[in-house]
């Protein structure tokens, strides 16, 4: 059974930075691209971050050059370190091991609790 716990969240000023972190067990781990997904209130869930195997990353527009996504497959543990947050960061933070299918990136496991995340102006 796949398990994924997010965990890192918190409440911070604009400016700041955190760092999440999401433990992956119950699936290799290794060969699994991960995304980090966030949902604010009242909007739908959105990509932030996505991390292949190989270590190779893409961004949403509105988080490049301030989060960066990495994993530790020894850990089985994937992280967004998260700079120069901004308001508009605050949400529910997701991750997930995905799959490419014919309708985009097919979430593999169900999904965690999540981490909220809090950014005041």
């Known amino acids: 059974q796949v398990q994924l716990v997010e965990s890192g969240g918190g409440l911070v000023q604009a400016g700041g930075s955190l760092r999440l972190s999401c433990a992956v067990s119950?699936?290799?781990?290794?060969?699994?691209?991960m995304i980090w997904y966030r949902q604010a209130p009242g909007n739908q869930r959105e990509f932030v971050a996505r991390?292949?195997?190989?270590?190779?990353?893409n961004y949403a527009d509105s988080v490049k050059g301030r989060f960066t996504i990495s994993r530790d497959n020894f850990k089985q543990t994937v992280y967004l370190q998260m700079n120069n947050l901004k308001p508009e960061d605050t949400a529910l933070y997701y991750c997930?091991?995905?799959?490419?299918?014919?309708?985009?990136?097919?979430?593999?496991?169900?999904w965690g609790q999540g981490t909220q995340v809090t950014v005041s102006s």
């Open positions: 997930n091991a995905v799959e490419m299918s014919t309708a985009g990136w097919r979430p593999l496991a169900s």
């Open positions: 991390i292949n195997g190989a270590g190779g990353t």
């Open positions: 119950g699936l290799p781990f290794t060969s699994n691209v």
